[in-house]
């Protein structure tokens, strides 16, 4: 497996590697905001007592491992606080972590995020398609688990990439419960023995659209229970890089035999649609000032039922009505809000032209690279 490390002036930093130990220890040992995104799945502290068994007395592989077994709810809450402490240390300031529980921890790590310093932005309810049913029949299916998606702190600019996320919900905004099924098949990783190489796997889909949402290509992603190594892999395909701690050596040895078979998706395709908030501010005014639209001229609603003339402080004006372009949109069309730069047009040539094509050229130009 490929590896490449970015520099510090505290030490390097081990990037696309799977690195041995503690979570805590390690996390320790890196240097400080270097780190994009955190996306951790902890312990769920499950608190499983005896074996549990389907209707046909066969055995369910449910999650008792050692690694999952805390001797009271104290200890886990001083475990989730020291773990949050060093992830928090290595995020950048407009760093962003996710953490996906079960409802046997996850309110408890919420309230410890909070006491860190984290700001919470959403929870996210993944909705199992395919849920393991509850076999005693004394409680509902257990059929979602709960994701927290923080920022470092309240005032970071986290990366957001909504209308990404828009496209990937054919056009719709995309909502706060996402439905995904567990990993069954081919995607399910087996030990050398065909059990589950681990119990709690997630799905690939799952990581790819937390990674899409809120990463860009190159961004630093550090998974502290690496388990099997899905963030590593969806962050391999989509051209970001990983950082994996784990302290078991089985998983660790199946998860980079898993990112040995990875391949890293074609550069064309990594990008993602932008975030039209973040695209520079074009006032209209500057379109009047650079000639693109002359006082005097006519625009035309893109239903063609009203017009309006633009005046040489970068308003307009259309029956009697003064005020910007989504101002006297909106009052045109008696609505209680307007986006001007849609509804308006103007005609060249007897074809009608969204206004937005004028502001597009701009920001056009003020992404070209400048001569040195």
Excluded at 232 to 243: E, N, S, W
Aim: with cysteine; hydrophobic share 35%; aromatic share 8%.
């Amino acid at each position: 497996m490929a590896t490449k490390t970015k520099t510090t002036e505290a030490t390097a930093l081990p990037l696309n590697q799977i690195l041995a130990g503690d979570c805590i220890e390690v996390m320790r040992s890196l240097p400080e905001c270097s780190v994009d995104l955190i996306f951790a799945d902890p312990p769920y502290n499950l608190q499983l007592r005896g074996d549990l068994h389907r209707p046909d007395n066969s055995r369910v592989d449910a999650v008792d491992d050692h690694w999952d077994q805390f001797s009271s709810f104290a200890s886990y809450d001083q475990f989730t606080r020291e773990w949050l402490a060093a992830a928090r240390r290595l995020l950048k300031p407009n760093g962003a972590i996710w953490v996906i529980g079960s409802y046997h921890n996850i309110f408890r790590v919420g309230a410890a995020l909070q006491d860190q310093g984290f700001w919470i932005l959403n929870d996210v309810v993944w909705r199992k398609s395919n849920p393991m049913p509850n076999f005693k029949g004394k409680r509902l299916t257990n059929a979602h688990e709960t994701l927290i998606w923080a920022s470092k702190q309240e005032a970071s600019k986290y990366t957001f990439n909504y209308e990404a996320l828009k496209a990937l919900n054919e056009g719709v905004q995309m909502r706060s419960d996402w439905v995904i099924p567990i990993c069954t098949g081919h995607e399910r990783l087996k030990d050398e023995h065909g059990d589950k190489a681990h119990p709690t796997q997630k799905p690939e889909a799952l990581l790819h659209r937390v990674m899409v949402a809120t990463t860009n290509p190159g961004d630093v992603v550090l998974d502290p229970f690496f388990g099997t190594g899905t963030t590593g892999a969806v962050a391999k395909m989509l051209g970001r890089d990983f950082i994996g701690i784990e302290r078991e050596e089985g998983y660790r040895k199946v998860a980079a035999e898993r990112l040995s078979r990875v391949r890293r998706f074609d550069a064309s395709a990594l990008e993602v649609s932008g975030s039209k908030r973040a695209e520079p501010r074009v006032p209209f005014g500057q379109l009047v000032e650079r000639g693109m639209l002359r006082p005097g001229e006519e625009l035309y609603s893109m239903n063609n039922r009203h017009k309006a003339k633009v005046r040489a402080d970068g308003t307009l004006i259309g029956n009697d009505v003064k005020g910007s372009i989504h101002q006297v949109g909106a009052a045109l069309e008696g609505a209680p809000s307007c986006n001007g730069w849609t509804y308006w047009c103007y005609k060249r040539e007897g074809k009608m032209i969204p206004i937005d094509i004028l502001r597009q050229q701009i920001r056009a130009e003020m992404e070209e690279p400048r001569p040195n």
